[in-house]
């Protein structure tokens, strides 16, 4: 299947400040990327919806601010978390494709640890 | 909100058929029934997907009812390696997953 790469697998940083995750699609486009967040014990919760060359759309609740995403190209995205806090640790996972009858395909993951 | 309803857990001796049900009684015509596993701390693997027909491919097979309101994963033959969370999902074309509870599939020797 197609591969989707995440990027760092894991980051740990000081409270207050940004971390950037990277998501690629290596082996074809996508117009539309997904972000998820996963807390421990928890399912996989959607953050936002991530269009190329256009805003990011977010689900309920999210912080638009705070979760800061950029689609510049048809194979990255990027969610950069700003002003990270503890509770904003979490498991972050992007995924791509899952257009017209076919599947989505997702990212290893990243593990962000807030100190 | 997730469509989907799963059995919390389940045990499958290794080497026998796991059998995962999934009901989804308010699906619609145009959407299609998903499952993706993930083990721990790694990101969603997709296993199948169908629409009415039973589907099979090298990993699993999916039995969706006549009526579409539920769909059974098999694992012909597990493994322990096939221990993990189970998510099956209902989507239209393109649209984003929306992952509920899942079923933890424990696979014991």
């Known amino acids: 299947g197609a591969v989707v790469s995440q990027h760092p697998s894991w980051v740990i940083c000081k409270s207050g400040t940004s971390v950037k995750i990277e998501c690629r699609s290596l082996d074809f486009q996508a117009t539309t990327m997904f972000w998820y967040r996963q807390f421990p014990k928890q399912s996989l919760m959607l953050m936002a919806t991530?269009?190329?060359?256009?805003?990011?759309?977010?689900e309920q609740g999210v912080e638009k601010d705070k979760f800061l995403i950029n689609h510049a190209s048809l194979t990255l995205s990027t969610l950069t978390v700003t002003s990270a806090h503890p509770e904003d640790s979490s498991f972050y996972i992007c995924s791509a494709g899952g257009g017209k009858n076919t599947e989505a395909f997702f990212g290893q993951g990243t593990r962000l640890t807030v100190v | 909100d997730a469509k989907t309803t799963q059995p919390p857990s389940m045990d499958c001796a290794e080497g026998r058929a796991a059998n995962l049900p999934c009901n989804h009684s308010?699906?619609?015509?145009?959407?299609?029934v998903y499952w993706y596993r993930q083990i721990h701390s790694q990101g969603p693997q997709y296993i199948i997907h169908g629409l009415k027909n039973n589907e099979t491919n090298e990993m699993a097979s999916l039995i969706i009812t006549e009526d579409r309101k539920s769909s059974t994963l098999i694992l012909p033959h597990a493994t322990l390696r096939d221990t993990a969370v189970y998510y099956c999902i209902v989507r239209e074309w393109g649209n984003k997953l929306v992952f509920g509870a899942g079923t933890i599939l424990r696979v014991k020797s």
């Open positions: 308010t699906i619609s015509g145009n959407e299609y």
């Open positions: 991530s269009n190329e060359g256009s805003k990011a759309t977010y």
